[in-house]
């Protein structure tokens, strides 16, 4: 995996990173560090990403669309605008019940 897909000071629009594509999870890296991933996907209908307990925490920010977001087995839905901040103790998923494009920082806790 690259550190960056991007240049550095270099503008770019998160809407028009990524496409949807039929029956897919699409993701881009934005920067990929030791301690900080940040990602953008875009999910089209009914595709889930599961995560398992780690030692990571999760922020996602919905950046179109809506999605639902599992933390153990309770569900949140999410529309355009809203964050969420998944601990890494938790098991959770997050599921397309319509397309949906997000960023997701995944932060190394303590």
Do not use: H, W
């Amino acid at each position: 995996m690259k550190n960056s897909e991007f240049e550095e000071s270099t503008i770019f629009n998160l809407l028009d990173l990524l496409s949807y594509s039929s029956n897919t999870i699409q993701v881009k890296n934005i920067v990929v560090g030791n301690a900080c991933v940040i990602q953008v996907f875009a999910f089209d209908f009914g595709k889930v990403q599961l995560y398992k307990k780690s030692p990571f925490s999760r922020f996602i920010y919905i950046i179109e669309g809506k999605a639902e977001v599992v933390i153990n087995n309770n569900s949140t839905f999410m529309q355009t605008g809203d964050s969420i901040l998944i601990p890494g103790t938790a098991s959770s998923s997050i599921e397309a019940n319509l397309p949906f494009k997000m960023i997701c920082t995944t932060i190394k806790t303590d």
